[in-house]
């Protein structure tokens, strides 16, 4: 923040105020390329195009407010798994057949119950959504045409042993994601074991030359690899597209205003719907003059602090407020048919529509299985719900401080107290730093525990990924829920 403000800002250009999201002027500069996948691409600097939500009155939809959590919401991933293979003909005195151990008729049929048991396995170990369609066995590039399942899938897990280029130049044609799977040593050997590189990816060349697939795609022998490429595919098809409250507009941390969301609608399709805080602030009043969705919120608030490892070091009401707006949002959410919601002005203009912080609601969304995040930041929001959607954890959304001696201090107060999923760490219920008001947790995060940060760019071009441990959860007079990570590399 220091660097990008004295050498990218002009001090006319730039109000600074006294918390860590401020707005200004400040353009993505570079060019705006990206290395991996044909989906991102056509970026625009125009004014985004977020829809307005629309009228909201209360009560809102009568779900909203459950106790229960509701878990993340990921629709499953449709893996098409094929089989190309050739079964070749003896002829005299030439060649007559291609490397690999799939030549008969009776090789394919013991092959494809081997694919079979090797999905279920896959299946079963899987931690996300997954179906696995139909396997099916193609020669030639013709042969696909009856494959009627293929269209609707998202992903193409090809088993190539054996069968030529025009089978893989149609599947790459198609646009969809595609796992190439080749045997070494775990069944009959493969052709393409052997060609993959040079004939496929290569081209007869020195340097990759098929857009949308490259090494990476390629596994030999190893379901585990299968395994954790389809996690990743299955966060990202579930990231494409998202729905999003965004209260107060979307925005970007000290970007012009329009730029960093017009990138994300047009990266990743995300539905921008906008609620005004004209619009919230009449909605808060009639949930705060509804008296059972009062005492609701007043007995959830009661609940939540009897929860063991909970301590109150804030006015109690602050805290029940925080429960009147989970049931706002979560209302909110219902009615647009979404799981994601953001609040732009979250340091203050929120506060006295609410008489608290939005730090502990956004804190019990995302234990509940809610994609919820401050500041309305859109350079890092795509990151946390792509992280969310691989991993079906929560995230948080942090601050972080200028690396020292393998040392970098995270901090933000709206940190959930299920990282890991399922158990609920400890937590001292605080103000919200900066304005010393409403109700912050301050997340004792455990020592020892592995986690994965992502750092994203601007202009979405970059992203910088960390795997660290918690060393320490001290308490400096920062943003409450705070820790300490240990990382390796540069």
Not at 88 to 115: F, L
């Amino acid at each position: 923040e220091e660097i990008i403000m004295k050498r990218r800002i002009s001090p006319d250009r730039v109000s600074v105020q006294p918390h860590c999201c401020p707005r200004s002027g400040l353009a993505p500069s570079g060019p705006r390329a990206f290395s991996r996948r044909s989906f991102l691409k056509g970026m625009g600097a125009t004014a985004v195009a977020g829809m307005a939500l629309g009228k909201l009155s209360w009560p809102l939809p009568a779900d909203a407010g459950a106790d229960a959590a509701v878990g993340l919401a990921r629709r499953p991933l449709k893996v098409k798994p094929i089989l190309s293979y050739e079964i070749p003909e003896r002829r005299h005195q030439t060649s007559w057949r291609s490397w690999g151990g799939i030549q008969t008729r009776a090789d394919v049929d013991e092959e494809s119950g081997r694919i079979r048991g090797e999905l279920e396995k896959i299946r079963s170990a899987a931690d996300f959504p997954v179906e696995f369609l139909p396997l099916s066995g193609v020669r030639k590039s013709a042969d696909l045409s009856s494959i009627a399942d293929l269209a609707g899938s998202d992903v193409i897990l090809l088993y190539a042993a054996g069968g030529w280029m025009d089978v893989f130049d149609t599947l790459g044609g198609t646009g969809k994601d595609m796992i190439v799977f080749c045997r070494h040593r775990s069944g009959p050997v493969y052709l393409w074991y052997e060609i993959v590189s040079p004939r496929y990816l290569r081209q007869h060349t020195d340097t990759l030359a098929v857009k949308g697939i490259n090494d990476e795609d390629v596994v030999i022998d190893s379901p585990e690899e299968v395994l954790w490429r389809l996690r990743s595919l299955a966060g990202l098809h579930n990231t494409l597209g998202t729905r999003i409250i965004a209260v107060g507009g979307p925005d970007a941390w000290a970007q012009p205003a329009g730029v960093v969301p017009k990138l994300v609608e047009d990266v990743w399709k995300f539905d921008f719907r906008t609620v005004s805080y004209e619009d919230l602030g009449p909605l808060i009043q009639a949930a705060r003059s509804d008296g059972e969705a009062v005492r609701k919120a007043r007995r959830r608030a009661a609940e939540y602090l009897a929860t063991p490892g909970t301590t109150l070091e804030t006015e109690r009401p602050f805290v029940e407020n925080a429960f009147l707006l989970d049931q706002v949002f979560r209302g909110i959410m219902k009615q647009a048919d979404c799981r994601a919601i953001t609040i732009n002005g979250c340091m203050g203009t929120i506060m006295p529509l609410a008489e608290t912080s939005a730090c502990l609601t956004l804190s019990l969304l995302n234990d509940a299985g809610y994609l919820a995040f401050c500041e309305s930041d859109f350079v890092v929001i795509p990151s946390g719900i792509l992280l969310a959607n691989i991993s079906g954890k929560p995230v948080f959304l942090n601050d972080p401080t200028y690396p020292h001696e393998g040392i970098i201090t995270l901090a933000h107060c709206t940190a959930p107290r299920k990282m890991n999923g399922r158990k609920s760490e400890p937590a001292r219920i605080l103000t919200h730093f900066e304005s010393d008001y409403g109700a912050a947790p301050k997340v004792e995060m455990s020592r020892g525990q592995t986690v994965t940060n992502i750092v994203p760019d601007f202009a979405s071009r970059r992203w910088v990924g960390l795997k660290a441990e918690i060393v320490e959860a001290p308490f400096l007079p920062i943003c409450r829920s705070q820790i300490e990570i240990n990382f390796s590399g540069d």
